[in-house]
């Protein structure tokens, strides 16, 4: 991928996403998650659970709200996550849908608050 067109895709989200949380949560709106980061041994755990030709990740969108911010296993910093937006990997074949919890990842490093 062209990095301006990353840039750009990036620019578009950030301006779109600023807007919609001060349109629906007005002075309560919150600095909204911009990446995040998963290690090299979560996603070569999931991959390693699939078919070699036919495996990948899936890659779902989730918010966190007050009963699953502390599913991060950080509960000091858990209401920090509320409203935040997450990726929850999924191990797949053929792009089919797991029902195995093993399968299954969520807990990337959130950016904000943990940016590099």
């Known amino acids: 991928m062209d990095l301006r067109v990353f840039k750009q895709l990036r620019e578009n989200y950030e301006r779109f996403i ?7 949560n007005e002075d309560k709106a919150i600095d909204q998650t911009r990446s995040i980061f998963f290690d090299r041994k979560t996603i070569e755990e ?3 659970k699939t ?5 990948g990740l899936k890659i779902y969108l989730g918010m966190y709200d007050k009963e699953t911010a502390n599913v991060r ?3 000091e910093e858990s209401e920090d996550y ?3 937006l997450t990726l929850i990997l999924a191990a797949s074949n053929s792009n089919s849908s797991t029902t195995d919890d093993s399968w299954i990842r969520n807990g ?3 950016c904000p608050p943990d940016c590099k």
């Open 108 to 110: 990337g490093k959130i």
């Open 82 to 84: 509320i409203g935040k």
């Open 51 to 55: 078919d070699e030709k036919e495996g």
């Open 46 to 48: 999931l991959l390693a």
């Open 18 to 24: 600023a807007n919609a949380e001060k349109a629906v």
């Open 73 to 75: 296993g950080e509960k």
